[in-house]
């Protein structure tokens, strides 16, 4: 209502912040200590991260909002290991995956990994910077050890963040060769930019099939094996309609490659 009237929209921003910060502080000062990590925790929680992100987007605007949700990533993300608490960095990923929607961080990525060659190539903002910066470092750090039920959640939570990483690095690490297929210059080669994302994706199932091994990265073996599929896919309605002879072989060979070595690569980690 503050947002079609044009009116109040400020005061109503800080006062949903202020009361989500306030929630933060009731549900880990007094709800935590007395009553456990039961259902009343994550609904103080839960209500807390809403007020939170509503108040937000109502007080800083869009810009404003994605720094401040990246911070506050980091923020909950770490609090979630210093206490041991599954739930913080579940809104850590939250804040993560918020920052990286409003800074045009996502919208960005997809536009270079599925872009047409002549099409417009956005340029990431000081926002979407943030925000991959927020997603690295909650992507670097471990979370804290959980069992049971829990242990189910963080592990979902950590290949989410993982998920965000590999996906915004290989948009980005196309958007930054795609000039060697003339895609920003203004003489586009449809199959030569068509391969360099086969050759991104391809190398990504590698990275992620190696990072497995790692206990911190151990749910990017999740990612393994939906890159080759998506790779697969993006061969069959890219590469063979647009490439030329030269670069579909190229593109094959190096998928071909991927094939290979990431599966044995995730069987010696397993």
Known sequence: MARATASGTLPLGAATLALGAATYAVALAFVDRRQGRGLNFYCYTTLALCLTLAGAALLLGTTGAALFWAALAVVAWLAGRRFSRVALTVHGATYALAAASASGLLGGVMAYLGAQADGAWPRLSIAAVAALAAIAACALVSPPEARDESARVASVTRGLVDALLVLAVSGILVSALAPLAGAQA??????????????????????????????????????????????????????????????????????????????????RTA
């Open 186 to 267: 203004g003489q586009a080669d449809a199959g030569r930019l068509a391969t360099l994302r086969t050759g991104v994706l391809s190398i990504a199932a590698v990275v992620v099939a190696w990072a497995g091994s790692r206990p911190r990265f151990r749910e990017m073996r999740w990612l393994l094996y939906p890159i080759l599929l998506f790779t697969g896919f993006k061969l069959l309605f890219e590469d063979f309609p647009r490439s030329r002879p030269s670069t579909l072989f190229a593109a094959l060979a190096v998928y071909g490659l991927a094939l290979i070595v990431a599966p044995r690569l995730a069987r």
